[in-house]
C-alpha cells in the first residue's frame, strides 16, 4: 500500500491497525501533505520559494531520501546529519514550524515514520495535574519511555521548547531537562521545535546556546547526536541604490517536490 492510498477521513486509530506499513516516496508525500495541509491549516499551502526550500528537508529526511543530505538549511557545522537522528527545526515565529508539523504528524499516520506531537507548554500542564504516583508513571511512559499503548515505540514530537515555564508539583523541576536527557539514555527518537534566541533573532548559533541556558551543558552537548538540525529562513531584502531587491538566502529548483 502507498501512502496516497490513505483515506483522509479515516482516525488515527484505524489507520494505525489497518496500515501498519504504508510505504511512500517524497513525492506521495508532498501530496498527501497538501491535502491535509487544506484540511489542518484550512488554506491551500502557499508554495512560494521559501516554503519550498524551508520546507524539503523534512520531507526527505522523511522518505529517506539522500538530497536530505545536501539541503542547505540542513546545518552542518558541527553535526554529523543521520535519518538515526531525530529533528531540530530553528527559526523565526511565522515560518510555519509548527504548522508543518503537525501537518507531518497527520500526512505519516500509518507509516514506519509516524510520531506523537504534542506543544511544550501542554507536557507542563500535563505534569502539574499528575496527583498520584501512578500518573507520574503514565506520564513518564507517555513522554519519556515512549511505551503507553498508542504511543509505544513511536518517536515523540515537542514543540515550540524553551518557551515552557519551570514546572511545579510538590516542588519546581526543571521539566525539559529531565526529558530530553532520559530520552537521550532512552535513545528515544525525538523531535524538536524552536524559536530563536529573542535577543539574537536570525542567529543559529544563539539558538542552539540557549538549550545550554535553559536546560543545562549535559543537554547542549547532547542535541548535536540527538538531532538534525534543520534552520527555517526568512528571505531578505537587499537595498540598491532607490530600488528594493528581495534576494532569497539561497538558490533551489522549485520543482525538486
Sequence with gaps: MKISDINLNHTSKKLEFQNPKIEFDYKQLWKVFKKNWLRLQGCELEETPEVI????????????????FKCRNLYKEKNNPSFE?????????????????????ASLIGTDKEFIGTHAMAVVDEFEACKTSHDKIMFNRRHINGTFLEFRAKPRYFDDVKTEREASNYGKTNLFKDILEKRYSNKA??????????????????ALREFDE?????????????????????????????????EWFVYFDLQVL
Design 214 to 246: 535553559k536546560y543545562g551543558g549535559r543537554v547542549y552537548d547532547r542535541i548535536f547526536s540527538m538531532f538534525n538540525i534543520i534552520e527555517f529562513k526568512k528571505r531578505r531584502c537587499l537595498k540598491y541604490s532607490n530600488n528594493i531587491y528581495l
Design 189 to 206: 527518537l525525538t523531535h524538536l521545535t524552536c524559536n530563536y534566541h529573542p535577543e539574537h533573532e536570525g542567529d543559529l548559533q544563539e
Design 53 to 68: 526550500e524551508n520546507y524539503k528537508p523534512l520531507f526527505f529526511y522523511f522518505a529517506e531520501d539522500s538530497r536530505f
Design 85 to 105: 537522528k531525530g529533528l531540530l527545526i530553528v527559526g523565526s515565529y511565522g515560518l510555519g514550524k509548527s504548522a508543518v508539523m503537525e501537518t507531518l504528524q
